[in-house]
């Protein structure tokens, strides 16, 4: 175990990368997928179903826990680790996300953000400083800086204004957050669908010396195309030696794209929320078990999976679940999405490592395309 944060490249193929982060509460093998943990849980699992199926690293939400239970309240608990029964790393947003997607947002200037809660109203202020803070309290392994995402498309003007107070945010969460051993702060690279603007902000933020770096303002509205564009242009601009984080991203077919171009972690709620609302991911496409057609189908969803959800459960059952609004369809929906995302990202993993992901890539993609699934 060490004491320490490390970054370690264990093999690479083309632009892929095999590594592995290492710090005290654990290590992350890459390329990573990290579940969403908004409000300190992964929607409809439990922590240990989450962890047995592979998953090293979850994430948390700066802006919902802060609102609730607070950030002080969960440290007083002894932490989110403690509170959310996760003994692993954990990463957090940052917050300015969330506080611009679902906040009624007041204000926004040098100093930070100015907002209502969601939940009731109240008015919060979130600057740099305090969002390091937030992320401190909950004990977070990996600190996302604050940030502003603008939303594509945007003005080029507005891009750039954005991406430099992102740069100067960067600054001071680097100054907030001193020195922690075993912890990161990671900055995040803003530029929109602009290239310049992207170059110029990871050449700023390589030369800050961040133990990580994320790629945001991307998943935002973009078409793939665009997105896949922008990490072309950035990733070459990011320290080889540092892992790159994706953020928000993405489906499988984005994730495979990504890898190929040089990122090394993901998150995105797809497999969760798709789970809830009835649609399963499969090494055959994607079902929609709210669909009529399954109502009498015995098939489970995938009678190769290890995964109890997808192996022990026939699709008129879950169609029934989904259709009857029953909990445990969201449960078994999800567990079987999150199921095929790890095992898409071990997959990944040992192919970089047996020198074939294009091989594998393609192969994966090849068999979304089959028949009636
Ligand atoms: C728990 C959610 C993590 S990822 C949220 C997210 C998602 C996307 N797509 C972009 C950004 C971004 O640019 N900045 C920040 N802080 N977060 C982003």
Known sequence: MTENFE???????????????????????????????TAGTVKAMYMDQVADLGADIILGNTYHLMLRPSAERIAKLGGLHDFARWP????????GFQV???????KLDEKGVTFRSHIDGRAYEMSPERSIEIQ????????????????????????????????????????????????????????????DLRIRSAQ???????????VGGLAVGEPQEVMLDMLDVTCPELPAEKPRYLMG??????ILKSVARGIDMFDCVMPTRAGRHGLAFTRRGKVNLRNARHADDPR???????????????RAYLHH?????????GMLLTWNNLAYYQQLMQGIRGAIEAKRFEAFSEETQGTWAQGDI
């Open 7 to 37: 970054f370690k490249l264990i093999a690479s193929d083309g632009k892929a990368r095999r590594g592995e982060i290492t710090m005290p509460r654990g290590t992350v093998r890459t390329p990573a997928f990290m579940p969403v943990g």
């Open 88 to 95: 692993g790393p954990i990463l957090t947003d940052s917050g």
């Open 100 to 106: 611009m997607s679902l906040a009624q947002l007041r």
């Open 136 to 195: 401190g309290l909950l004990d977070s392994d990996i600190q996302m800086q604050l940030d502003e995402c603008v939303a594509l498309p945007s003005t080029p003007k507005d891009i750039q204004r954005a991406m430099e107070l992102s740069l100067r945010w960067a600054e001071r969460c680097k100054t907030a957050f001193g020195n922690q051993p075993g912890k990161a702060m990671f900055g995040i690279v803003q530029g929109g669908d602009v290239p």
């Open 204 to 214: 700023a933020l390589k030369a800050m010396d961040l133990k990580g770096y994320a």
């Open 249 to 254: 991203v993405g489906t499988p077919d984005d």
């Open 300 to 314: 489970p969803l995938d009678e190769e999976s290890s995964c109890p959800a997808a192996r022990d459960y026939s």
């Open 321 to 329: 679940l989904v259709k009857s609004g029953e909990a445990l369809g």
